[in-house]
C-alpha cells in the first residue's frame, strides 16, 4: 500500500525534526533495539515507550516505522555508556519515504535498514495519519488508537473484504459489538455491498433496525428442492444409522420427480423435458413436487418382490412424510406438492436484490430445529457462493458467519461436510465472485485452519487460552506475533488488528455502541438491573412461545399471542391443529396405513399401487 499525504503543515514537520528519544544500538534483521535516553519527557504520555505503540528511526531520506514488542532496563553495558537508562526492541513494518516534505509517503516494509546511531523519534500525529491513509475514500474508522486516542483507527474496506477477515476473542470481549460497529461503517463506504449475517444467537436483529430483513423460521421460506442431495439427506435422516439403502433409492428417484414435474408443467426448457430424467442431477436446483417423489417410489414398490425391498422403500416414503408433517419444517415444506419455480423469489428475498432500503438480512438461527440448521447454513452459504459465482461478481456480498468454530471445525468429524466445503468454498474463491467472508469466533483453536488462513485481515481481541494464542502466532506475521504476548491483558472492546486492511499491527479501543445497538436477544435486551425483581407473567409468555416455538407450528406470529391476563380469562379450548398446506394432506392419497398395508407388503406383489393422477 503506498499513500499520498497532504502537505504537511510546520507543526507537523516539527514532530519529525523534533529531539530523538533515543538511538539503535543493533540492528538485526527487520528488528532493532534502540537504547532510549530519559526518563519520560514532559510531553508526558505521548512520548512514553510502551508496548504496541509506534517509533520512528530516521534513516537516510526516510522515516522507519517499529512497533515496540519488548521494553527492558537491561540495556546493554556499550548502552548503558551512552547514557540510555532502558532499551526496546522494534518490529520495523514500514516507512515513510521524505517524511518532511508535501510528497511523504507511506508504504509497508522497509527499504533502507537503520545504522547504529541513528536518531529515534516519537511519532506524532501527522505521520500516523500518514500510515493510516485516512484521506482514502475507501477507509472507515473503528475507533481510536490506544497509542494516541486524538487519532483515528482506520481500516481499509476493500482489502478487509476482498481477503475476508475474522474477529476473534473470548467471550464477552465485545466481538458481536464490534461487528456491528465496522458492518455500519462498511455499509457506508460500501453501498453497493449487501451483507448476510449468519446469526447464532438472535441478537443482531435489533441493533440493525430498519436496515435489515429478520429472518427465522416463521418468515424464512426456503423450499426443499433447493437443497441440494446430501443437505436434503441430512435434513430426512440425521445421523440415523442403516439408511444407505434409502438413500440409493432417494437418489435414483430425485432425479426422476424433477423430470415428471417438468414434463407435467410443459417447461419452457424444452431440451431438458426431453432428456427426460438424464437432464437432472440429484442436485440440479430445479422444483419438483413431493407428491411425484413419492408417488414414484410408490411405485416403485408396488413392483417389487423382495419383501426387505419394499420394507426400505415403505421406511423412506415413512421418513419423507414425517419430516414433511412435521410443523417446524414448514419453512422448507410449505406448498410441497404445489410446484412453481419460485428460485427467483428466493434468492432476492435471502440476497436483498435489489435491497430495497434493507441491505441486510440476518438469519435467526436459534429457532430452528438444530437437527436443521446445519443444512440450512449449508443450504445459505451454497447459494451464496452460486449467485455471485453466475452473476460473475455482479453483486457482492459479504457473508457474516458468527459462531464459525461450529460449521468449520478444526477437528474434520465435527459438523456437516456439506457446510464445511460451502464456507471453504468461499473462502478460497469467493472475492474472485464477490462473496466475502467475516468469521467470528472464541475458539479460534477450533477452527479450521485453512479457513482461518484465508483470513488475511484479523481482529484479535482478548484471548487468554494458550491453545487459541498459539494458533494465531502461527497465522500472522513476525512483527504481529511478538505483538500477541499481550492479548490476555487487552480490556473489553479493545482489538489489535492485523493483516491487509490496516497499514500495521495496530491496537485500538473500538467506537463505544450506544445501548440500544449493543447485539443482544430481544429478551435480554429488556435486562436492567431491576430486571429480575420485576419479572412478571409477561417474562415466561415470551420465553415459552419462543421454547415451544421450536416444537411446534409457528405459521402464526407469536407476536399475537394473547396477554396472559385475557387468555386465564378464556374458556378452555381444545387446541387449535395447526394451519396446513392444503396440499400437504394430498401428498399421499390416502394415510399410509391404508395405503400401504405391512401385511400386504410381505405378500407376492400385487397391482401397482401407484397413486392415481394428480
Ligand atoms: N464497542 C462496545 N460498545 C459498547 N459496549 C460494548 C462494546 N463492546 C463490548 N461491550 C459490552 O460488552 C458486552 C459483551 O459484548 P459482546 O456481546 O459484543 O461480546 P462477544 O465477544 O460477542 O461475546 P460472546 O462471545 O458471548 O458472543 C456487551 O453486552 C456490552 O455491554
Ligand atoms: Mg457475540
New binding site residues.
Given amino acids: 500500500m503506498l499513500n499520498a499525504g497532504r502537505a504537511p503543515s510546520q507543526d507537523d514537520v516539527a514532530l519529525t525534526a523534533g529531539q530523538p528519544i533515543g538511538h539503535v544500538v543493533s540492528v538485526r534483521g527487520s528488528q532493532a533495539t534502540v537504547g532510549l535516553s530519559t526518563s519520560p519527557s514532559p510531553d508526558g504520555n505521548k512520548a512514553r515507550s510502551t508496548v504496541g505503540k509506534f517509533l520512528g528511526i530516521r534513516a537516510g531520506h526516510s522515516l522507519l516505522i517499529g512497533v515496540i514488542t519488548k521494553v527492558s532496563i537491561e540495556a546493554p553495558a556499550s548502552a548503558k555508556d551512552h547514557g540510555f537508562h532502558s532499551t526496546a526492541d522494534l518490529d520495523l513494518v514500514g516507512e515513510i519515504k521524505q517524511p518532511a516534505t508535501a510528497q511523504a509517503q507511506f508504504q509497508r516494509g522497509v527499504t533502507e535498514y537503520p545504522a547504529i546511531g541513528d536518531p529515534v523519534l516519537a511519532i506524532g500525529a501527522r505521520e500516523l495519519r500518514l500510515v493510516f491513509n485516512v484521506a482514502s475514500t475507501s477507509v472507515i474508522e473503528i475507533g481510536r488508537l490506544q497509542q494516541d486516542s486524538t487519532i483515528g483507527a482506520y481500516v481499509d474496506v476493500n482489502d478487509m473484504l476482498s481477503k475476508h477477515f475474522a474477529v476473534l476473542?473470548?467471550?464477552?470481549?465485545?466481538?458481536?459489538?464490534?461487528?456491528?460497529?465496522m458492518l455500519q461503517e462498511v455499509l457506508r463506504a460500501r453501498p453497493d455491498l449487501r451483507v448476510f449475517v449468519l446469526d447464532a444467537?438472535n441478537?443482531y436483529g435489533r441493533p440493525f433496525g430498519d436496515n435489515a430483513l429478520v429472518l427465522d423460521p416463521r418468515n424464512l421460506r426456503l423450499p426443499f428442492w433447493l437443497f441440494n442431495f446430501e443437505e436434503i439427506v441430512d435434513v430426512l435422516f440425521g445421523a440415523r444409522p442403516g439408511t444407505e439403502d434409502e438413500v440409493d433409492i432417494l437418489s435414483e428417484v430425485i432425479p426422476r420427480a424433477k423430470a415428471n414435474y417438468h414434463q407435467y408443467r410443459g417447461a419452457a426448457d424444452r431440451s431438458m423435458v426431453r432428456r427426460g430424467a438424464a437432464g437432472y442431477s440429484v442436485d440440479t436446483p430445479v422444483p419438483y413436487r413431493l407428491s411425484d417423489l413419492v408417488g414414484l417410489l410408490d411405485e416403485r414398490m408396488g413392483k417389487l418382490e423382495n419383501r426387505s425391498s419394499r420394507m426400505t422403500h415403505h421406511r423412506l416414503i415413512g421418513r419423507i412424510e414425517t419430516v414433511c408433517n412435521d410443523p417446524r419444517y414448514s419453512f422448507m415444506f410449505e406448498n410441497a406438492n404445489v410446484g412453481g419455480d419460485t428460485m427467483t423469489e428466493v434468492l432476492s428475498q435471502l440476497f436483498r436484490l435489489p435491497p430495497n432500503g434493507k441491505p441486510i438480512t440476518i438469519m435467526q438461527l436459534a429457532g430452528f430445529p438444530s437437527e436443521v440448521v446445519d443444512a440450512v447454513v449449508s443450504v445459505i452459504c451454497r447459494l451464496a457462493f452460486d449467485l455471485g459465482l453466475w452473476s460473475e461478481g455482479a453483486a457482492p456480498l459479504l457473508l457474516v458467519c458468527?459462531e464459525a468454530h461450529r460449521y468449520v471445525s478444526a477437528d474434520r468429524g465435527i459438523g456437516f461436510g456439506p457446510t464445511r466445503r460451502s464456507i471453504s468454498r468461499i473462502a478460497k474463491e469467493g472475492r474472485k465472485h464477490g462473496v466475502f467472508l467475516g468469521l467470528?469466533s472464541?475458539r479460534p483453536a477450533e477452527l479450521d485452519a485453512t479457513i482461518l488462513s484465508q483470513c488475511s485481515t484479523l481482529f484479535v481481541?482478548r484471548m487468554t487460552n494458550d491453545r487459541d494464542q498459539a494458533i494465531l502466532q502461527s497465522a500472522v506475521s513476525d512483527a504481529a506475533a511478538n505483538l500477541l504476548d499481550f492479548l490476555p491483558s487487552l480490556g473489553?472492546?479493545e482489538v489489535f488488528a492485523f493483516g491487509e486492511g490496516v497499514a500495521l499491527p495496530t491496537r485500538v479501543k473500538?467506537?463505544?455502541?450506544?445501548?440500544n445497538l449493543?447485539?443482544?436477544s430481544d429478551i435480554v435486551s429488556g435486562a436492567g438491573a431491576d430486571f429480575v425483581a420485576g419479572i412478571n407473567e409477561e417474562f415466561f409468555t415470551t420465553v415459552l412461545k419462543r421454547w415451544r416455538g421450536a416444537s411446534t407450528s409457528q405459521n402464526g406470529n407469536f407476536d399475537d399471542v394473547r396477554p396472559v391476563d385475557q387468555a386465564a380469562a378464556a374458556p378452555l379450548q381444545p387446541a387449535q391443529a395447526p394451519e396446513r398446506d392444503p396440499n400437504r394432506p394430498s401428498l399421499l392419497k390416502r394415510p399410509l396405513s391404508d395405503r400401504l398395508d405391512v401385511a400386504k407388503a410381505f405378500q407376492a406383489p400385487a397391482k401397482s399401487s401407484r397413486l392415481p393422477e394428480t
Fill in positions: 476473542g473470548t467471550t464477552g470481549v465485545g466481538k458481536s459489538s464490534g461487528v456491528v460497529l444467537h441478537e458468527e467470528v472464541q481481541m473489553t472492546g473500538l467506537k463505544q455502541l450506544p445501548p449493543i447485539p443482544k
